[in-house]
């Protein structure tokens, strides 16, 4: 049940990108296209999943044992950057045609907000090992859910005459804002229930 | 003379908010208040010259292979030190800003500058670059909060600006306004660059 709403929450409730601001800056540069989005949240979701698992691990394991709490944020940014390295590595080797498909957006993971956001998040609410796996993934979907739809509305824009000066970001940020809206229907869905 | 120029370039030209559109997530998350804006503005400010004038006087010693996950760490120290700063001096700003706080380090306007500025030139216009991009986010940021904590709250750092008859738009400081007053914003420059050109 708990874990259901972790999931769910973190997915509609509190959407990384539209409520919570975190990962906006692929939300905003690889949504050209849906092919390409696709492929790069489906990257990002497996570095979200496994970067919770192992900053846990880090947090309680080492760095609470040591007490070197303050080092978090070094420690949490040098994991994901190794885990982005590793991962890009695997890839390449068992399956080329999916490193085709990723290469350039690898190792953009790394600076991706969302990324760290999450492992920090994970250590904020207490979470433990099996709910920061669940809202790990829960945070991929929610980046996949909001970027996929971007997409699909951002290829019908480039078709649309726009004023000089609003094409590009400007267009994209109130597009966006417009999705903002629709997800603000779901606050308050489980109020006083997590 | 280059110094200057250095300097007014992240104000202007290379606007980190308004031109390059970097650092989107603190732009788009803390600019519900115009002193949450201001805070987080100084903050990536003070990082921002401490992490370019390091990566500019090591960047004879960094080999190149390895060179962003060392940069990556250089900027995690000043942020971890700056995280400390606002813990010891002011807990209601590290309330308010929160988690992006420590976000600082994936704020793709540090990165960018280390790696096209600061690993490229002398330690002096590194530290100018930096207190220009500083600059350049915190006028942006106090510009977007400025929009949305008088629409979306009716108030000024805190002041009441109107009468009690005002009523607010908080849709402006929930995160659809965010996006709503930057994307106009960003067109607004766009368009006054595109005047002041022709």
Not at chain 1, 4 to 23: Q, Y
Not at chain 1, 27 to 43: D, P, Q, R
Not at chain 1, 47 to 65: D, E, G, R, T
């Amino acid at each position: 049940m708990r874990l259901g709403l972790i999931l769910i929450s973190a997915i509609f409730v509190n959407n990384f990108v539209l409520s919570r601001f975190l990962g906006i800056c692929p939300f905003l540069g690889v949504s050209k296209k849906v092919e390409t989005a696709i492929g790069m949240s489906l990257a990002v979701t497996f570095v979200m999943a496994l970067a919770s698992v192992i900053s846990w691990m880090i947090q309680y394991f080492i760095l609470i044992p040591l007490e070197i709490g303050y080092m978090q944020t070094i420690a949490f940014i040098l994991v994901i950057a190794g885990l982005v390295q590793f991962v890009e590595m695997v890839i390449k080797k068992t399956s080329p045609t999916l490193y085709q498909a990723l290469g350039v957006y690898l190792p953009l993971i790394t600076t991706n907000c969302a990324v760290l956001g999450v492992a920090i998040l994970n250590i904020q609410s207490n979470y433990n090992l099996i709910e920061t796996l669940v809202h790990g993934i829960g945070g991929g979907l929610s980046f996949t859910l909001a970027i996929v739809l971007f997409a699909g509305v951002r290829e019908k824009l480039d078709m649309a005459p726009i004023p000089k000066s609003m094409e590009g970001f400007p267009i994209a940020m109130i597009a966006a804002s417009l999705f903002a809206i629709a997800f603000l229907g779901f606050q308050g869905l489980f109020s006083g229930l997590l | 003379m280059n110094l200057w120029k250095d300097l007014s370039n992240g104000l202007f030209k290379e606007n980190p908010t308004f031109r390059l559109v970097l650092g989107t997530c603190p732009t788009l998350a803390v600019t519900t208040a115009v002193f949450n804006g201001i805070g987080m503005g100084v903050a990536a400010a003070a990082v921002l010259i401490g992490s370019n004038l390091i990566i500019s006087l090591i960047k004879k010693l960094v080999p190149n292979e390895v060179r962003i996950p060392i940069y990556i760490v250089v900027i995690a120290t000043f942020v971890t030190m700056v995280q400390m700063l606002i813990q010891a001096f002011s807990p209601e700003l590290d309330r308010q800003l929160g988690i992006f706080i420590p976000l600082i380090v994936v704020n793709c306007i540090i990165l960018a500058r280390a790696e096209s500025f600061a690993a490229k030139n002398k330690p002096l216009n590194s530290i100018m670059d930096g207190i220009g991009m500083g600059l350049g986010f915190t006028v942006a940021l106090v510009v977007i909060s400025a929009v949305r904590e008088v629409l979306g709250a009716g108030t000024f750092l805190g002041m009441q600006l109107f009468g009690t008859g005002f009523k607010p738009a908080l849709i402006m400081i929930l995160p659809p306004g965010g996006f709503l007053a930057y994307g106009l914003l960003i067109a607004a420059f766009n368009k006054l660059t595109s005047l002041k050109k022709s």
